[in-house]
């Protein structure tokens, strides 16, 4: 069987904010397909290593490889064309806009033209197809994640970072999530969630990290976490 590709390497990266660290000579390496969950208590990191991984907190120590290629210095844009994309809690729709200016203002070209991914999108999520001229205001909490869910896909990304993705979800719209991401990553995504409901997220990750004592509840395949 083919060993998967490296798509994420941290060594021992420094983070923190207003000279008090938050992770300390913290190292990962992450593999194509990976489905690194991340819990522990509010406070230890976890939305701050997102955040580092995708430049919108500056590391200050230590290397952050995305793809073999060395991102210190890359600005959050630029680390999206490269294929690293993040969804926040609020899923930073514009909510004026129409579903399929939604899906069009994210489109980053890295292989597919904007007409495939968008076909791709609908394919996936067909309420969007159905609502695609709604503004996005309009739709319910569920159609909402979808677009967001839509709006990474345009940007054909491969590491996918979720803070709390649950956010505003009931248990069984979670577990809609999980089976979306596990499809997803079957294609050789790569996920990194931050969540605190783990409802249906432990049966699809590939790894469970509790951030708080720095160990491992869950290994199913190759440890990707360091600590020393």
């Given at each position: 069987m ?32 990976d ?9 230890v ?16 120590s ?21 294929g ?9 729709i ?33 309420i ?6 709604s ?17 990474i ?41 931050v969540?605190?409901h ?5 049966d ?23 600590y020393?």
């Open positions: 083919k060993k998967s590709e490296t798509i994420l390497l941290l060594n021992k990266i420094n983070v923190g904010y207003n000279g008090s660290l938050i992770l300390t000579d913290f190292s990962l390496e992450l593999y194509e397909s489905i690194l969950l991340i819990i522990g208590p509010n406070g990191g976890k939305s701050t290593l997102l955040k580092s991984i995708f430049g919108y907190v500056p590391i200050k230590g290397d952050i490889f995305f793809n073999n290629f060395r991102i210190n210095k890359l600005t959050p844009d630029q680390r999206a064309k490269l690293i994309s993040i969804l926040f809690q609020d899923k930073k514009f909510s004026q806009m129409t579903v399929e200016e939604n899906l069009l203002v994210s489109f980053i070209k890295n292989g597919y033209s904007i007409e495939d991914r968008i076909e791709n999108v609908y394919a996936e999520f067909p969007l197809f159905l609502r695609k001229n503004p996005a205001s309009q739709l319910s909490d569920g159609e909402q994640q979808q677009l967001a869910w839509g709006r896909l345009m940007q054909e990304p491969k590491l996918v970072l979720l803070d709390e993705p649950s956010s505003g979800l009931s248990n069984n719209k979670l577990l809609l999530i999980s089976r979306q991401i596990h499809k997803i990553s079957s294609s050789g995504i790569s996920f990194i969630i969540e605190h783990t409802e249906g997220l432990i699809i990750a590939t790894h469970i990290l509790n951030l708080e004592n720095k160990e491992f509840l869950s290994i199913k395949n190759t440890p990707v976490w360091e020393k």
